[in-house]
Structure formats: structure tokens, C-alpha cells
Nanobody
Framework: QVQLVESGGGLVQAGDSLRLSCAAS????????MGWFRQAPGKEREFVSG????????YYGDSVKGRFTISRDNAKNTVYLQMNSLKPEDTAVYYC?????????????????????WGQGTQVTVSS
């Protein structure tokens, strides 16, 4: 089992920055990739970003490319999402995810079904 705990959400204004953190615990040695999804009211879950645990490969959704940056600290079992130039349309609940199956090796999937562990979510609200 892997437990994921997000932190760092909040209310910001358009153009501001915010950094989300996700701390993993439990069988962290089994993690193949971690990432972030988000879900706004009335919308489907959307892939935001992902990173392989043992390489520098990073992936981004089209709507956040150039504004968001994912990184990890293996020693702390933590992944971060630096969000810059935030827009009102970035408002959503952000979920940290982990994949321990490595079925998509050597890439990572952008499908929510490809992640078998999810955090509880953290709200990000961007006002205009």
C-alpha cells in the first residue's frame, strides 16, 4: 500500500503562483511514477503532470505546459507541482496519484485508470 497526502492548495489571484506538495508513505519502493490530476465541477478528471520515479522524464497536459513544473525529491518521497501564471480555469481539486504497476514502461500514462493510488485532493481556487 502507498499513502499519498497533498498540501499547498488555497485561494490565489490570477497571475499568482502556488506550489503543491505530495508526500508518499508506505511501500514507496514500488512507485513507478507519480503525478497530478485535477477535476473542476462538472468536468472530467484531467491529467496535469507526471514524472517517473527513477528518471527525469516529465509529462504535462497541454493546458499547463510552460506554466507548471513537476519535480520530485526521492529522499523525502515527495513530488511537487509548481504552478505559475495561474488562471481562473485552473480552479479545481488537484489529486496526487501514484502508479506502482509500471505497465506503461518506459512512458507514463495520462489516463486516470493508469494510477492505482490517489490522494484525498486539495482545492486550488484562482480568482479573476
Amino acid at each position: 500500500q502507498v499513502q499519498l497526502v497533498e498540501s499547498g492548495g488555497g485561494l490565489v489571484q490570477a497571475g499568482d503562483s502556488l506550489r503543491l506538495s505530495c508526500a508518499a508513505s508506505g511501500r514507496t519502493f514500488s512507485i513507478y511514477a507519480m503525478g497530478w490530476f485535477r477535476q473542476a465541477p462538472g468536468k472530467e478528471r484531467e491529467f496535469v503532470s507526471g514524472i517517473r520515479w527513477s528518471s527525469d522524464n516529465t509529462y504535462y497536459g497541454d493546458s499547463v505546459k510552460g506554466r507548471f513544473t513537476i519535480s520530485r525529491d526521492n529522499a523525502k518521497n515527495t513530488v511537487y507541482l509548481q504552478m505559475n501564471s495561474l488562471k481562473p480555469e485552473d480552479t479545481a481539486v488537484y489529486y496526487c496519484v501514484a502508479d506502482t504497476t509500471s505497465l506503461t514502461f518506459p512512458i507514463i500514462t495520462k489516463e486516470p485508470t493508469g494510477y492505482n493510488y490517489w490522494g484525498q485532493g486539495t482545492q486550488v481556487t484562482v480568482s479573476s
